[in-house]
């Protein structure tokens, strides 16, 4: 930021993953706001409203994952506070997003799994929230048609220009869905996990994705088996098989085989252990994505979780 002060930018270019993004993104606002980064953090800062626009900002993802490129949020890391927060602004959104698949197609397999994986989890999460709505609806079941073709493609062929637009697409669409709904549990875990441990955002999801679908269909089917979330979680099944007679736990299945296939590192694999646990599932409960889960999932449910994806 002071370097961009210093030279006088009005304009930044964000190239590269969600990180790099974030951090334009960042900075372009910045540029214009008064005072530090500290100011205006969630959490760990003052939460003061950006008051003007940002500098414009161009966002170029090299990465099909995590749809920043159209969301009003910056994720940072704060190594101090052993924390990730938001960067929370209409004014923090790219001016301009160019998605373009062939910016992906030299990214190494483990990543365009677990960044992949990122994308799916932020399409699962929206279209089975408290917050799922008609418009979110539409970019989700489509996100999911083109996920559910293709990612295993693009992971085994890389070269597959047609399956890394479809990841590109997917991606661009799970970062509109839950910027215009909401996330979930596999979210809500993922912001202490990855502040408090050197784990990619991408890989974290993927390690817990089954686990969260598993957990809030049994936790749905004791405590709300007339939810019309259960009907959900068959249709998703129903977009990842591409079988109609598939049924909501088809869908955990298909992503465990998915995860498993892909050779998904579990938790431990980032440094965390048994004693970690319980601080993680606090921290989670206190997580913005975890108030959009589609149910309340209890103490022992969330230690579940990290102890399966452990």
Request: charged share 20%.
């Amino acid at each position: 930021m002071e370097t961009a002060r210093a030279a006088g930018c009005d304009l930044v270019i964000g190239y590269g993953g969600g990180s790099a993004l974030d951090t334009a993104k960042a900075i372009a606002a910045l540029l214009t706001n008064p005072g530090d980064l500290q100011d205006h953090l969630e959490v760990i800062g003052g939460a003061r409203p950006l008051s003007r626009p940002g500098a414009p900002c161009v966002a170029l993802p090299t990465t099909a994952g995590t749809g920043t490129e159209v969301t009003r949020n910056s994720v940072l890391a704060s190594p101090e506070h052993r924390v990730k927060v938001s960067l929370r602004s209409p004014h923090v959104l790219p001016r301009v997003a160019l998605v373009d698949p062939e910016l992906t197609l030299d990214l190494p397999p483990e990543l365009t799994a677990s960044t992949g994986l990122d994308a799916l989890t932020q399409l699962i999460e929206p279209y089975v929230c408290n917050r799922a709505n008609p418009m979110v609806d539409a970019l989700c079941v489509e996100g999911l048609r083109r996920s559910a073709r293709s990612l295993r493609r693009a992971v085994e062929h890389g070269s597959d220009l047609a399956a890394r637009e479809d990841l590109a697409l997917a991606s661009l669409f799970s970062g509109l869905a839950l910027a215009n709904a909401g996330l979930g549990a596999v979210h809500g875990f993922a912001a202490p996990i990855g502040g408090r441990f050197p784990a990619p955002h991408g890989a974290v999801c993927a390690a817990l994705l089954p686990h969260v679908m598993g957990a809030n269909l049994e936790a749905l089917r004791s405590r709300a088996p007339a939810s019309p979330t259960l009907e959900r979680f068959a249709e998703i099944a129903r977009l990842l098989t591409g079988r109609p007679q598939a049924e909501a736990a088809d869908a955990v299945a298909w992503v465990r085989d998915l995860c498993a296939s892909f050779g998904i590192r579990p938790l431990r694999a980032f440094g965390l252990t048994g004693a970690d646990l319980p601080s993680l599932a606090d921290l989670a409960m206190q997580a913005s994505s975890m108030k959009a889960n589609p149910i309340l999932l209890t103490p022992a449910e969330l230690l579940g979780i990290l102890r399966a994806a452990l």
